[in-house]
């Protein structure tokens, strides 16, 4: 039985960055940047006023309280007028462009006009209420690093910026196999059946991570169907097939038996945690990688988050996600020579300081610990008073 991090390491070896494609921006969202991105354009792409008031011309000089000027004009935001040489104030509105050699803009609430001449009664700052062009970014600076993920902030920088295109990591294409022929969709069980709850939980991991689902399919315990469809998800040309059911070592546990005959190589077998141990990695040469979860819940979403969800980062070029180490408000008890996986809740006690809790009751087939936690914690100690804190999505991560 191998341990947790050699298992990962294993596991990443066998993993390379997949292709990148370019993207029109709106089709772009959530996607991995394939590469840096260089600003193609300064931000603010021209000095501008910061809120409505008189641009004036301080020349770097205090304007003494009870200054006064001529206003000449008035320069609205998208004005292409860009000078005023005789003029020493005009009117001007947020965002408008600065006229040349206009340095200072005076709100209109702190002026008095009258007949065309305004009046400061108060002292003003010279060079105040002026957004100065690449004060945001400049021409050329770094505005997003290779494998940021485009989302809605990153979107709106894009757009200013006027990218058009991104080129992005492509999707990984996924296909999800689950064994069992208990499993029921929704609606009325037979005797002895269930509702299948990992095919769905998997396929919405998957699309928040924005991958590309071919397929996903319920297979029983018996016949040729497996088989078939792990022949489906190859032909679909998966980068990744993830089962779950039938790979402990039960008469049933037909799951590493079929894929050797199918020519997958196996990885690695049974790993040193809890929940999830039976845990099997494979791969076929030139092929998919298949991660072959347990059946029960939380060994498929410990499975997920800490085996599928690097896979996921290692094929989007990322790096190796850090966790946040937390103090215990009570020791996280597991087996000695076990890297233990727990539920838990992150909150701060009377002194401001983060602890983390871990949820009652946890058992792999208890799903409602999972739907009310906040966070994942691990610990290799058999009596942690410290644990690694993960966020729950691995969406979520740095």
Known sequence: M???????????????????????LAD???????????SPMALPSFDN??????????????????ASFAVAAMQAAGDAADAYPQADACEIATGARMPEGFDTVVPVERSERRDGQVRFPVEERAGQNVRRAGSDIATGELALARGRRIDT????LLAALGVAHVDVVRRPRVAVIATGSELNATGPLPPGGIHDSNGPFLEACFAHWGADMLTRVRVPDVGDDFAHAVGDAIAARADLIVTTGAVSAGRFDFVPAALASLGARELFHKVAIRPGKPLLATRFDGGPIVLALPGNPMAVAVGYRFFV?????????????????????APLIGREGLNHFALGRLEHDAEGRQTAHAADAQASFRILPFATSNTWLSAADGHAQHADA????????A
Do not use: C, Q
Not at 4 to 24: M, N, T
Not at 28 to 38: E, K, N, P, W, Y
Not at 153 to 156: D, E, L, R, V
């Open 2 to 24: 191998i341990a947790y991090p050699d298992a990962l390491a294993l596991l990443l070896d066998a993993i390379r960055p997949l292709e990148s494609e370019s993207l029109p």
């Open 28 to 38: 772009a969202a959530r996607r991995f940047l394939a590469a840096d991105l260089h």
């Open 49 to 66: 006023a910061a809120m409505d008031g008189y641009a004036v011309r301080a020349d770097g000089k205090t304007l003494p309280a009870g």
């Open 153 to 156: 902030a990153a979107t709106m």
């Open 309 to 329: 969800a690097p896979v996921l980062r290692a094929m989007a070029g990322l790096s190796p996600e850090r966790p946040t180490r937390v103090r215990m408000s």
């Open 390 to 397: 993960w966020p729950l999505d691995p969406v979520d991560a």
